[in-house]
């Protein structure tokens, strides 16, 4: 389902989405009922999908969850909170932050269960193109020289993106960033 304003959020509900960022316009909702909320946290392979290309996924988290209180895989795997919010028609939810992730090819993903402490919260799915999000909450600005490593195919950062060009000051700050 393309996700646009109007969009029904839930597959089991009448919510649609009043506004969302322009990023978030066009991408494709992978409809769910809402039953994550109340869902098992270290269940891992809750929701699980394929993509066949490099693509950002977009996890919009229900926003009454404290910072702190959400599951363990969506911290460790998701990059960071969009400062953006797509707004709800769900009156007990309101507004969801946009958790972003990056696939570097086909891949399968895998979401986990969800029973934030107190309010039962939920999460929704959209797929995207590949597209660099600079304007995440806790993106990198600046960093610490610590030492030098030697490479080698055990890699201490999981992230394999290709190479880096530009000056030593660019390649360091774009590494950071990936």
Request: negative net charge; charged residues 20%; aromatic residues 8%.
């Amino acid at each position: 389902v393309e996700l646009t304003e109007g969009s029904t959020m839930y597959c089991d509900r009448d919510y649609v989405f009043t506004t969302l960022p322009d990023f978030l316009q066009g991408t494709i909702l992978i409809p769910t009922a809402n039953n994550d909320k109340r869902s098992d946290p270290n269940d891992s392979e809750f929701l699980c999908f394929d993509t066949s290309t490099e693509a950002t996924i977009y996890l919009l988290y229900d926003r009454r969850v404290e910072d702190g209180a959400e599951p363990g895989w969506l911290t460790s795997m998701f990059d960071s909170m969009h400062l953006s919010v797509a707004e709800v028609t769900d009156t007990g939810m309101g507004s969801m932050g946009v958790w972003v992730y990056h696939t570097a090819g086909a891949e399968t993903v895998c979401l986990g269960g969800n029973n934030a402490p107190g309010v039962g919260s939920n999460y929704l799915v959209a797929v995207g193109r590949a597209v660099v999000h600079t304007e995440m909450v806790g993106a990198v600005a600046s960093y610490e020289y610590i030492g030098c490593f030697i490479d080698s195919s055990s890699r201490d950062v999981a992230v394999n993106m290709g190479g880096l060009s530009g000056d030593p000051a660019d390649r360091v700050m774009e590494c950071s960033q990936r």
